[in-house]
């Protein structure tokens, strides 16, 4: 059984740094195989639909344009964990933000950027 679990989220000033985590889990799953996964990260405000936010396939990385040059995703296949470093945060970043292996996602982690 695959397990995605996130972790980092906080309750942060605008114009502060988070990084998230998400490590996983279970099945059959290597560190080749992990590295050469899709993982992406996306995230829903309340009353709004989940989006996504920043994946990686192999080397090559992708960003909603909201997030550009202020998000950055990268992995470990070593821990079997992809991260999410977030700078420059705006209060409009609030949000949950899941992990997502392929069709199993994580429980989410909550961020909250105040003003």
């Known amino acids: 059984q695959v397990q995605v679990v996130e972790s980092g989220g906080d309750l942060v000033q605008a114009g502060g740094s988070l990084r998230l985590s998400c490590v996983v889990s279970?099945?059959?799953?290597?560190?080749?195989?992990?590295?050469?996964?899709?993982l992406g990260w996306h995230r829903q405000a309340p009353g709004k639909q989940r989006e996504p936010v920043a994946s990686?396939?192999?080397?090559?990385?992708t960003y909603t344009d909201s997030v550009k040059g202020r998000f950055a995703v990268s992995r470990d296949k070593s821990k079997k964990t992809v991260y999410l470093e977030m700078n420059n945060l705006k209060p409009e970043d609030t949000a949950t933000y899941y992990c997502?292996?392929?069709?199993?996602w994580g429980q989410g982690t909550q961020v909250t950027v105040s003003s």
């Open positions: 279970g099945g059959s799953i290597t560190g080749d195989l992990f590295a050469i996964s899709v």
């Open positions: 997502r292996y392929n069709q199993y």
């Open positions: 990686i396939s192999g080397s090559t990385t």
